[in-house]
């Protein structure tokens, strides 16, 4: 008898169609399995109750208090004139705090029967604020004591003393799922446990039934404890094993090895370098160039700061493979990026770029761009040089991951801003070479050591972290526009000022602006945390025109977004590169690659709307001369509010990696893995990334020496389910994004 079909059978046979329908659409669940991995979020102590206090605005939160007070109000409205409308409002306690709830029209009566003051139960809506204060309207609720022996047994099915409250929709009270989960409990007992044995005993870890079962219904919280880290143990070594098969599977896979000719291009172009690489640069041109040189195909991470010169590092890792008689290609998440690099790189190599042209170097090459908007003309010229070799360099965008495109021999693969391509194009780039190309990807998002091992842990990292001489500092503030206007107006004399010396700004913006009433906009939760909610965020044409109008008249004022012609978006580049612009008001369009010396000053407006890794991405668009940077964090937040806390981190420190790191602890891992891999967010529910960072590693040793000794897992059956559960997954959120 097969025993995984019990997690396999799908959720509409055991609990009905119409519960079942809510759990796929709200929750991602379909199966038994998936049902007994949804996790309580937290526990509630029968006795011991939510901090009223601090319950979080607009969230929906389940709460076990009692009643202190019901009062019945009557009172006249439009639909009853004659005083018969009523509002039910009740008090709740914990002791820490009181909330008020409130239930109106036809919706009073059961209530106004049940919830007698003294009575206890659990209460689950969505925190709003009337009249400044706290109070839930209309909650779902569930007693928890009575006379009657129904609500005697209620107790009852919770188990014991601890209550574990569920993530949780409006569509689906905590205790509704509570009571799901109570009945597809049972099967948690043919859960087959991926775990080897000899390392599950060797770290004293529970087996996966029982893991699931005290998850659920844990009696103490030492059982919350054991589950929590048996949990956390299969989520690290199951993704670890997947990572680590790949590594081996990709370490078997030949490679052609390219070792740069002793007085090649690569010579030459060092030659002509007007200063010398940083000893970050050399280091790890270095690793790089021993991968290059052995015959299994590099899978290298380049991690470095804006501005590091990991750009430079790149190119020398290029001309070394075109010494060696192979091509390069560099793929480049936008159009505005990819024209960029080209710029930069003809513009470093000189006449090195200039292959098969008049007063091109004898030992140079051509450097071809290929892009989706490129005219018929320019495009077939440009494939052509690629298949005949005559190109050794190209950049480009997804347009060459193409069908169409074809090289002479493709021998690196360059990935600017890693987490914008998925496995799969990566993959699929990768076929462009009679044999599997070395790969070098970059990012100058900082990763923190055990994201890097999570999400890229099929390669291997160089990290750079100097800056390259002259580089200058930049300076960070936080403007307060609601408490202190005044300060708004400084900032854009602060504006005027750089103008004044010959200098130029960014003004940055969350929206474009000339959006239609966007649906998913009217939709959006208005958060109470601030006024400033009110409104839509700032848009770059509405902003762009009040400067000139007003602060910035006189100066000259361009707009640059993502919805504009690319020949457009090239131009405004162009003549702001040029210095022939003073202020360039953009959306996040500039975050990556936008390289332009001469720019000192970023003003960001609703700074609070955008992620901290972003801000600081943004920020390092200014200060890459020699005179310093400024950025200025516009705001309209409350001073105490989590915003201002995060913004004031971002003006506290221009070091990526502790940004990073707070990041991550601010908003939830599957944000940060979601946008990096397909995938991943899918397989993380329990493990903290940046927590577990012990788990992480010690599961990474674990899943290397098991698929050393056993590459196939054929002596764990159970591991292969589970793999082949996460690998689906991957697959199929990549085909959904297509």
Same mark, same amino acid.
């Given at each position: 008898?097969?025993?995984?079909?019990?997690?396999?059978?799908?959720?509409?046979?055991?609990?009905?169609?119409?519960?079942?329908?809510?759990?796929?659409?709200?929750?991602?669940?379909?199966?038994?399995?998936?049902?007994?991995?949804?996790?309580?979020?937290?526990?509630?102590?029968?006795?011991?109750?939510?901090?009223?206090?601090?319950?979080?605005?607009?969230?929906?939160?389940?709460?076990?208090?009692?009643?202190?007070?019901?009062?019945?109000?009557?009172?006249?409205?439009?639909?009853?004139?004659?005083?018969?409308?009523?509002?039910?409002?009740?008090?709740?306690?914990?002791?820490?705090?009181?909330?008020?709830?409130?239930?109106?029209?036809?919706?009073?009566?059961?209530?106004?029967?049940?919830?007698?003051?003294?009575?206890?139960?659990?209460?689950?809506?969505?925190?709003?604020?009337?009249?400044?204060?706290?109070?839930?309207?209309?909650?779902?609720?569930?007693?928890?004591?009575?006379?009657?022996?129904?609500?005697?047994?209620?107790?009852?099915?919770?188990?014991?003393?601890?209550?574990?409250?569920?993530?949780?929709?409006?569509?689906?009270?905590?205790?509704?799922?509570?009571?799901?989960?109570?009945?597809?409990?049972?099967?948690?007992?043919?859960?087959?446990?991926?775990?080897?044995?000899?390392?599950?005993?060797?770290?004293?870890?529970?087996?996966?039934?029982?893991?699931?079962?005290?998850?659920?219904?844990?009696?103490?919280?030492?059982?919350?404890?054991?589950?929590?880290?048996?949990?956390?143990?299969?989520?690290?070594?199951?993704?670890?094993?997947?990572?680590?098969?790949?590594?081996?599977?990709?370490?078997?896979?030949?490679?052609?090895?390219?070792?740069?000719?002793?007085?090649?291009?690569?010579?030459?172009?060092?030659?002509?370098?007007?200063?010398?690489?940083?000893?970050?640069?050399?280091?790890?041109?270095?690793?790089?160039?021993?991968?290059?040189?052995?015959?299994?195909?590099?899978?290298?991470?380049?991690?470095?700061?804006?501005?590091?010169?990991?750009?430079?590092?790149?190119?020398?890792?290029?001309?070394?493979?075109?010494?060696?008689?192979?091509?390069?290609?560099?793929?480049?998440?936008?159009?505005?990026?990819?024209?960029?690099?080209?710029?930069?790189?003809?513009?470093?190599?000189?006449?090195?770029?200039?292959?098969?042209?008049?007063?091109?170097?004898?030992?140079?090459?051509?450097?071809?761009?290929?892009?989706?908007?490129?005219?018929?003309?320019?495009?077939?010229?440009?494939?052509?040089?690629?298949?005949?070799?005559?190109?050794?360099?190209?950049?480009?965008?997804?347009?060459?991951?193409?069908?169409?495109?074809?090289?002479?021999?493709?021998?690196?693969?360059?990935?600017?801003?890693?987490?914008?391509?998925?496995?799969?194009?990566?993959?699929?780039?990768?076929?462009?070479?009679?044999?599997?190309?070395?790969?070098?990807?970059?990012?100058?998002?900082?990763?923190?050591?055990?994201?890097?091992?999570?999400?890229?842990?099929?390669?291997?990292?160089?990290?750079?972290?100097?800056?390259?001489?002259?580089?200058?500092?930049?300076?960070?503030?936080?403007?307060?526009?609601?408490?202190?206007?005044?300060?708004?107006?400084?900032?854009?004399?602060?504006?005027?000022?750089?103008?004044?010396?010959?200098?130029?700004?960014?003004?940055?913006?969350?929206?474009?602006?000339?959006?239609?009433?966007?649906?998913?906009?009217?939709?959006?939760?208005?958060?109470?945390?601030?006024?400033?909610?009110?409104?839509?965020?700032?848009?770059?044409?509405?902003?762009?025109?009040?400067?000139?109008?007003?602060?910035?008249?006189?100066?000259?004022?361009?707009?640059?977004?993502?919805?504009?012609?690319?020949?457009?978006?090239?131009?405004?580049?162009?003549?702001?590169?040029?210095?022939?612009?003073?202020?360039?008001?953009?959306?996040?369009?500039?975050?990556?690659?936008?390289?332009?010396?001469?720019?000192?000053?970023?003003?960001?407006?609703?700074?609070?709307?955008?992620?901290?890794?972003?801000?600081?991405?943004?920020?390092?668009?200014?200060?890459?001369?020699?005179?310093?940077?400024?950025?200025?964090?516009?705001?309209?937040?409350? #001073?105490?509010?989590? @915003?201002?806390? $995060?913004?004031? =981190? &971002? +003006?506290?420190?221009?070091?990526?990696? %502790? *940004?990073? !790191?707070?990041?991550?602890?601010?908003?939830?891992?599957?944000?940060?893995?979601?946008?990096?891999?397909?995938?991943?967010?899918?397989?993380?529910?329990?493990?903290?990334?940046?927590?577990? #960072?012990?788990?992480? @590693?010690?599961? $990474?040793?674990? =899943? &290397? +020496?098991?698929?050393?000794?056993?590459? %196939? *897992?054929? !002596?764990?059956?159970?591991?292969?389910?589970?793999?082949?559960?996460?690998?689906?997954?991957?697959?199929?959120?990549?085909?959904?994004?297509?």
């Amino acid at each position: 008898m097969d025993l995984v079909p019990a997690l396999e059978e799908p959720l509409k046979k055991v609990l009905g169609p119409p519960t079942a329908k809510v759990m796929a659409e709200h929750l991602g669940l379909h199966t038994v399995g998936d049902l007994l991995h949804h996790y309580p979020r937290r526990y509630e102590e029968r006795g011991q109750l939510t901090h009223l206090a601090d319950l979080p605005m607009d969230e929906h939160v389940t709460v076990v208090a009692m009643v202190a007070d019901a009062r019945l109000h009557t009172f006249a409205s439009a639909k009853a004139p004659r005083g018969k409308g009523q509002r039910l409002e009740v008090t709740i306690t914990d002791g820490s705090g009181r909330l008020q709830l409130v239930f109106f029209g036809h919706g009073v009566h059961k209530p106004h029967k049940e919830l007698l003051p003294g009575t206890r139960a659990m209460f689950a809506g969505k925190v709003s604020v009337f009249n400044r204060r706290l109070q839930l309207a209309h909650p779902a609720y569930e007693l928890l004591r009575g006379a009657d022996d129904q609500a005697a047994e209620t107790v009852e099915t919770w188990a014991g003393a601890l209550i574990p409250l569920y993530p949780a929709t409006a569509k689906l009270e905590s205790w509704k799922i509570g009571k799901a989960i109570q009945t597809v409990l049972p099967s948690a007992q043919e859960a087959i446990d991926p775990l080897p044995d000899s390392l599950r005993e060797g770290r004293g870890l529970v087996p996966l039934p029982e893991a699931l079962l005290k998850i659920h219904r844990p009696h103490t919280k030492a059982d919350i404890e054991d589950a929590r880290s048996r949990l956390k143990w299969d989520e690290a070594f199951v993704l670890q094993v997947a990572l680590a098969r790949r590594r081996h599977a990709d370490a078997q896979l030949p490679a052609v090895a390219r070792k740069p000719s002793p007085d090649g291009l690569l010579t030459a172009f060092d030659d002509r370098l007007p200063f010398t690489l940083t000893e970050g640069q050399q280091k790890v041109s270095k690793e790089i160039f021993d991968d290059l040189a052995t015959e299994h195909p590099m899978h290298r991470l380049l991690q470095g700061e804006v501005g590091s010169g990991k750009t430079m590092v790149a190119l020398r890792a290029m001309l070394a493979v075109v010494d060696a008689g192979g091509q390069a290609a560099m793929l480049a998440p936008t159009e505005v990026l990819a024209q960029q690099h080209h710029r930069s790189i003809v513009e470093m190599m000189g006449e090195l770029a200039e292959g098969g042209m008049l007063g091109g170097a004898d030992k140079a090459t051509k450097v071809v761009l290929l892009t989706g908007s490129m005219g018929a003309a320019g495009r077939r010229q440009a494939l052509l040089d690629l298949v005949t070799g005559e190109a050794g360099i190209v950049i480009g965008t997804h347009a060459l991951i193409e069908d169409k495109v074809q090289f002479h021999d493709l021998g690196l693969v360059v990935v600017d801003e890693q987490h914008r391509f998925g496995v799969e194009q990566r993959d699929a780039l990768r076929g462009k070479g009679k044999q599997p190309p070395h790969l070098l990807v970059m990012t100058a998002t900082p990763i923190p050591r055990t994201v890097a091992m999570t999400v890229f842990g099929d390669l291997e990292t160089s990290v750079l972290d100097q800056l390259p001489a002259g580089r200058s500092p930049i300076a960070s503030h936080v403007v307060p526009a609601a408490d202190k206007p005044h300060f708004l107006a400084r900032a854009w004399e602060r504006v005027r000022e750089e103008v004044g010396n010959g200098h130029q700004a960014y003004v940055v913006c969350p929206r474009i602006g000339d959006e239609e009433d966007d649906p998913k906009k009217a939709g959006k939760k208005k958060s109470p945390e601030d006024e400033a909610e009110k409104r839509p965020p700032l848009a770059v044409l509405d902003v762009a025109d009040q400067l000139a109008k007003g602060p910035l008249q006189g100066l000259k004022v361009e707009v640059l977004h993502g919805r504009m012609h690319p020949d457009d978006k090239d131009a405004v580049m162009r003549r702001f590169a040029a210095g022939e612009t003073d202020v360039l008001v953009a959306t996040t369009v500039i975050e990556v690659g936008v390289n332009v010396p001469n720019a000192t000053a970023m003003v960001i407006m609703d700074a609070d709307r955008f992620g901290v890794s972003q801000l600081h991405q943004l920020r390092g668009r200014v200060g890459r001369g020699s005179a310093a940077g400024l950025c200025l964090l516009v705001t309209e937040m409350p #001073e105490a509010s989590a @915003a201002r806390q $995060r913004l004031n =981190a &971002v +003006a506290a420190t221009l070091d990526g990696f %502790e *940004l990073s !790191r707070i990041d991550l602890e601010q908003r939830r891992e599957g944000d940060v893995l979601g946008q990096a891999q397909s995938g991943a967010r899918t397989s993380l529910r329990m493990l903290a990334v940046i927590e577990d #960072e012990e788990i992480i @590693a010690e599961a $990474r040793e674990e =899943a &290397v +020496a098991l698929v050393a000794a056993d590459p %196939e *897992l054929e !002596r764990l059956p159970g591991l292969r389910t589970a793999l082949d559960a996460l690998l689906d997954d991957e697959r199929e959120q990549y085909l959904e994004k297509g």
